[in-house]
């Protein structure tokens, strides 16, 4: 069943156009995510979804409820973790998620919630005193404790070092797990190949492509590159006559072999026919990186700065 469907949204501020004619659907149990440059409208469209902004145009259904006109029923259903949130230093983990608790009818169990997170050892650690990773996690609790159905995390780990965003997404698959469907808004292209069942590409407010991440990267480019290195004498013919490359560039020892087709296994064989050795023969895999290139014409921006975690 759809658990999100988005038909031609629209919405600008002033004259800048932020989103122009965006739709997408997510199924249940999905991991959807959102890829994207900032300024590419990602975060509009995820709050015009939770009915933070209305839209100039077009529709939006959350499990078959409209955001605007049906505002307090999507809040019992739908968990938002926003880009950038804050709560007040003195406030406790515990506190914070049993006072977020009282405000569903049917809020999930927040002391459950904190050891699936891992903050039961944090219970009674003030906000202030948190690392940036435990803040993640609590901010991810506060927006499961309303027994959602349908959760948003945008930008989830922006500025946790590489060992808490592993950590992170593994639990963001714990919480698929549970059945809870899961909006993904990244502009880190590991996260989202890692991650999502599908992903949307959104470039200048439009969408660009959607696909699952494997799909996408088929779609971008059939180009394989197979590196190498040999120690004894190769006649460059060797390779270049085979039916899948199309270039052979030599660096001192180091070769790299540009094709498409079955080329690992045709590089692979020839160069045994040859009766030469290749040294750390690999193929290099292209990934959502080169496809957001693709799709949008310019690379994803580089993570800013992490935060310690501890």
């Known amino acids: 069943m759809t658990a999100l469907e988005v038909r031609h949204l629209h919405k600008r501020y002033g004259q800048q156009v932020a989103v122009n004619d965006v739709s997408f659907t997510v199924e249940e149990g999905e991991i959807f995510g959102i890829i994207g440059s900032n300024g590419a409208g990602k975060t509009t469209t995820v709050e015009c979804i939770a009915g933070l902004r209305t839209p100039d145009s077009g529709t939006i259904s959350v499990l078959g409820l409209d955001p605007i006109k049906d505002r307090a029923q999507v809040r019992e259903r739908l968990g938002v973790q926003l880009q950038e949130s804050s709560f007040p230093d003195a406030i406790k983990v515990a506190e914070a998620l049993e006072l977020y608790s009282s405000f569903y009818r049917k809020p999930a169990d927040w002391r459950e919630l904190m050891e699936l997170l891992g903050l039961t050892e944090k219970r009674h650690t003030r906000y202030k005193a948190l ?19 349908v959760a948003i995390l945008d930008e989830l780990t922006t500025g946790l070092d590489p060992q808490a965003r592993r950590d992170t997404w593994s639990l963001i698959e714990r919480v698929r797990d549970t059945g809870v469907t899961i909006l993904l808004v990244t502009h880190f292209m590991d996260e989202a190949e890692r991650l999502s069942d599908r992903v949307a590409v959104i470039h200048g407010g439009r969408v660009a492509a959607v696909d699952t991440p494997a799909g996408l990267i088929a779609q971008a480019s059939t180009v394989q590159q197979v590196r190498f290195r040999v120690r004894q004498p190769l006649d460059k013919r060797v390779l270049t006559e085979l039916r899948d490359v199309t270039d052979v560039a030599i660096t001192d020892d180091r070769w790299l072999v540009t094709g498409s087709g079955q080329l690992l296994s045709s590089v692979a064989g020839a160069l045994a026919r040859a009766q030469v050795v290749a040294e750390d023969l690999r193929l290099d895999r292209r990934n959502l990186d080169d496809a957001f290139v693709a799709f949008t014409g310019r690379a994803p921006q580089s993570p800013g700065p992490f935060r310690k975690e501890g």
């Open 131 to 149: 690392s940036g990773g435990q803040k993640q996690r609590l901010s991810i609790a506060l927006a499961l404790v309303g027994n959602p159905k």
